[in-house]
């Protein structure tokens, strides 16, 4: 497996006579192949928690339906990047073959690349969001305050997007980090699914901006509540009203913007 980042020697040029090592973040292709038959796609990512990455991916892409659905994620080393080989049921792999698909390329940028359709509002669910978590200013305060000392590789490199989930008092539960932002996203959104008991209810923290790829994934995953430390598109803001979900964003420790679902928050 390849190391998350390596230390480069490097040059100022305000300083010329000055030398310093500086960590820079791996970005490596990892390909998704379905029962060693069916190749889907290609992203570019950081090379952990690729299990949860194939769980959350196979989720919000609507590949399966449940986690049950999933029988096995393989990591296969190959000369230049990592292979996922995911095993789901019989159903599932039927379903993802008529889907007619073309090879798929995702870069660590934008999560929707390589789509042969963007979905219109009234496909992203099948239902609005339902009635969530109430909670208080005071907690996404405490949530924002604690994402740093989280944030382990954004320490090391200063490069690393990082999806989060904190509980009703603010308090973070688990973290997920990538290059790609929806990468970080689907590996928080595995995690949880492959174990539901790790975080309580809560909402979940983002670093990155909000855009229309990243809320068709949190409102598959059920998620009611979203902090983006970035400001959303508006087509992510559209998406987040229709769906009912409760969108605050430009969220910094001091000052907080609420864009949509007010009702969730007390006081």
């Known amino acids: 497996m390849p190391a998350l980042f390596y230390p480069l020697d490097v040059r100022s ?6 030398r310093f090592s500086l960590n820079v973040a791996e970005e490596v292709p990892v390909s998704l192949l379905f ?3 069916f190749p889907y796609g290609m992203m570019m990512m950081t090379p952990a928690d690729l299990e949860d990455f194939a769980y959350g991916y196979c989720m919000t892409e609507q590949i399966v339906e449940s986690v049950a659905e999933i029988r096995s994620v393989n990591i296969v080393t190959m000369e230049d990047g990592l292979t996922l080989d995911i095993v789901i049921r019989g159903r599932a792999l039927t379903q993802l073959m008529r889907r007619n698909v073309r090879m798929q ?4 940028s934008c999560g929707i690349c390589g789509s042969e359709a963007v979905p219109a ?3 992203v669910a099948a239902a609005p969001l339902g009635k969530g978590p109430c909670l208080s200013v005071a907690a996404i305060r405490t949530a924002l305050h604690e994402l740093r000392t989280w944030q382990t590789l954004n320490a090391a490199t200063r490069m690393v997007h ?10 973070i539960h688990m973290i997920r980090e990538d290059v790609g932002r929806h990468n970080a996203l689907d590996k928080l959104i595995g995690a949880r699914a492959r174990d539901p008991q790790a ?3 809560g909402f979940c923290l983002l670093t990155s901006r909000y855009s229309f790829e990243m809320a068709l994934k949190t409102v598959r995953a059920g998620i009611a509540v979203v902090v983006a430390i970035s400001a ?3 087509r992510a803001f559209r998406t987040a ?27």
């Open 13 to 18: 040029l305000s300083r010329p006579d000055e």
């Open 35 to 37: 029962n060693g038959i």
């Open 105 to 108: 390329a995702g870069h660590s």
């Open 121 to 123: 509002y009234d496909a």
């Open 162 to 171: 990082a999806a989060a989930w904190a509980d009703n008092h603010g308090h």
């Open 199 to 201: 975080c309580p209810e």
């Open 232 to 234: 959303p598109t508006y």
């Open 241 to 267: 009203e229709k769906m009912n979900q409760t969108l605050i964003a430009i969220a910094r420790h001091d000052k907080q913007t609420l864009f949509c679902g007010g009702q969730r928050l007390a006081g």
